[in-house]
């Protein structure tokens, strides 16, 4: 089976065979910083939208992990003070303004306030292996926020769109946004590589410390490359855009082209990234993993979307980042999407 078909129908109806944690993470903040590419910059240069622990800061030393920095987070396994983040998805007027799109949550988390899901994957189907979770200081990114081009984007295998019809739809995944409106909505997959090089917790670009299977796929149950030998279990973010305010063609492009916008300024969808530092307690995520819990997972503290909802953090950097406004926050490369 095509891992897109096979990851979706995983995600609908996770089978016994299967073992996956999939929960919610609610909204922590929607501002421009990115401690992992920017640290220090308060405001970096695109929009992120954020969840997970309140430690996310302008900058996160790896030397003091979130569990011993936060005091509570969004997501719905208590235990998990990771940071998941990516670019937020902005409407393009045809007068050129522009309109933050905001996030829904998924199927089965409707009370959270938009946010996340979070996956951690450590094997599918009946090919049981074992993962070594991530280690305290860990962090990576996957995807360019300036790459344009499908050639260059397939350097990522698994960075795409599915088209919402309705809530529940899980094919047709596409690595550019989609090119007609979406009854649904417009849910954006990241999927980060599964191999480990076993030793730096970090790399210059954040990701050349792992990398994917040499063949197939993590879903196959490919192999790791000599150099990244160790398999990780498979990080898989979905966040759903409301972009259904904005399906009336008659406020979409006159020559036909769709109106949706990266913050940082990409209107193919090429450049989506999704970026983590992980931050779970303890060996919280090495336990679910090894005794492979599906969905639920009784080994695990958890909490109610309602009290992850209450976890938030003030906004470092001050700006006006909704109704409509003339340029992308930060206004990089806005107007340029054309060029
Ligand atoms: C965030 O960083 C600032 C310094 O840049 C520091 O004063 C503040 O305590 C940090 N907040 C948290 C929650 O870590
Ligand atoms: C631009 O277009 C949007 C959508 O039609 C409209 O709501 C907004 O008021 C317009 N802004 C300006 C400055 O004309």
Redesign the pocket.
């Known amino acids: 089976m095509h891992w897109q078909t096979l990851a979706a129908s995983l995600t609908l109806t996770a089978s016994g065979a299967d073992a996956l944690l999939r929960f919610s993470c609610s909204q922590l903040v929607v501002e421009r910083l990115d401690p992992l590419v920017n640290p220090g910059m308060a405001p970096s240069p695109h929009l992120h939208q954020i969840v997970g622990g309140n430690a996310f800061n302008i900058s996160m030393d790896p030397k003091a992990p979130p569990p011993t920095v936060a005091t509570c987070t969004t997501c719905t396994f208590a235990d998990d003070f990771s940071n998941y983040w990516t670019a937020v998805l902005y409407f393009k ?3 050129g ?1 522009y309109h933050r799109v905001s996030q829904k949550p998924n199927v089965g988390f409707e009370q959270a306030t938009g946010g996340m899901t979070i996956y951690y994957t450590p094997y599918i189907g009946n090919t049981k292996s074992t993962v070594t979770a991530f280690q305290p200081g860990f962090r990576m990114l996957i995807g360019q926020q300036n790459y344009r081009t499908k050639a260059e984007a397939q350097k990522f295998r698994q960075l795409t769109y599915t088209c919402l019809k309705d809530p529940m739809t899980r094919s047709g995944e596409t690595m550019d946004m989609p090119t007609a409106p979406c009854k649904a909505g417009i849910m954006a997959n990241v999927r980060f590589p599964t191999c480990w090089d076993g030793k730096n917790l970090d790399s210059p670009d954040h990701m050349s410390h792992v990398a994917y299977p040499t063949s197939g796929t993590f879903e196959s149950n490919g192999p790791c490359p000599t150099t990244h030998p160790v398999k990780i279990p498979q990080l898989f973010y979905e966040v759903i855009w409301d972009t259904t305010p904005f399906n009336d063609k008659a ?1 979409w492009p006159a020559d036909g082209s769709q109106p949706f916008v990266w913050s940082q300024g990409d209107q193919t969808g090429y450049g989506s990234h999704g970026d983590y530092v992980f931050g779970w307690k303890d060996n919280a995520l090495q336990k679910a993993m090894d005794t492979n819990c599906n969905i639920n997972c009784p080994q695990l503290k958890t909490q109610s979307i309602a009290v992850g909802n209450k976890c938030t953090r003030q906004e470092q950097v001050k700006e006006s980042i909704d109704g ?1 406004v003339d340029s992308l926050p930060g206004g990089e490369m806005s107007g340029m999407e054309h060029a």
């Open positions: 007027a045809r007068n303004s406020l409509w």
